[in-house]
């Protein structure tokens, strides 16, 4: 059973940086599509980054050039380096595998202005 388990996250000023761990239990990260994904409150929740099983990464356009998505595989976890935070990337962010489907229990983000 793959489990994914989130931590990183808090209250920083705007500007500030923040590093996001997900930690994959029962597979192997690096054989994974795994997703970042945030969903602020009254919003839908959006792909932030994205490491497919082959090393692509995508990222959202409003995150680009301030958002690093990257995979310790001797660790099995994926983390997302947020720097120059915005008080618009507040929000609960969560990991995701699509295959097999399972989320992460979220963690919140806060960045203050």
């Known amino acids: 059973q793959v489990q994914l388990v989130e931590s ?4 920083v000023q705007s500007g500030g940086s923040l590093r996001l761990s997900c930690v994959l239990s029962g597979s192997i990260v690096s054989d994974l599509d795994v ?3 945030r969903q602020a409150p009254g919003k839908q929740r959006e792909l932030v980054a994205m490491i497919r099983s082959d090393s692509r990464i ?6 680009k050039g301030r958002f690093t998505i990257s995979r310790d595989n001797a660790k099995n976890t994926v983390y997302l380096q947020m720097n120059s935070l915005k008080p618009e990337d507040t929000a ?5 595998t699509p295959y097999p489907y399972t989320w992460g229990q979220g963690i919140q983000v806060t960045v203050s202005s």
């Open 8 to 11: 990183g996250g808090g209250l």
């Open 35 to 37: 997703g970042w994904y």
């Open 58 to 63: 995508n990222y959202a356009n409003s995150v």
């Open 92 to 96: 609960e962010y969560r990991c995701n």
